[in-house]
């Protein structure tokens, strides 16, 4: 039997509380909109930029990822979400820097995360910000 004053660690706090659960209405949001997106590029005009819009729908598959990650409970949610919302901001760096300084290297039309994601506004750069930084906020102290 543990000592009264040993100390455990506190279980995580659920993602899906609080402002967590817009956290995830935004990423269901992007996650719709980006595979529907990529859906429709990659059905009607795939010749066209075909790396572009197989990285949008990469984009769009990892943005579900996210979101069953942080709206499940569990620690495979958290992990699933933590992988999820990583490969999400490297997505985003390396595909922003890349398309940044080479434009039209992935073809003529943009992927969610070219430029940084500039033509969602930005979001695509601050919503994994924010996702890693909820997580590690309810993390398990």
Sequence with gaps: MPEPDERRAAPPKATAT???R???????????????????QIAGR????PVAYLLSGFAG???ILATLGLAGSGPAARRLAWVAVGIEMVGVLVV???T??????FGPD?????????????IPL????????????????
């Design 110 to 122: 943009d992927t969610v995360w070219s430029v940084y994601g500039r033509g969602y506004g930005f």
């Design 126 to 141: 601050i919503l994994p910000m924010i996702g890693l930084w909820w997580l590690r906020r309810t993390r398990a102290r």
């Design 18 to 20: 609080g402002p967590g």
């Design 61 to 63: 598959l990892v943005y």
């Design 46 to 49: 795939f010749s066209e930029a």
């Design 100 to 105: 940044a300084f080479v434009p039209g290297e």
């Design 22 to 40: 817009v956290l995830i209405a935004v990423y269901g949001i992007f996650a719709l909109s980006a595979t529907a997106r990529a859906g429709v």
């Design 96 to 98: 922003g820097t890349i």
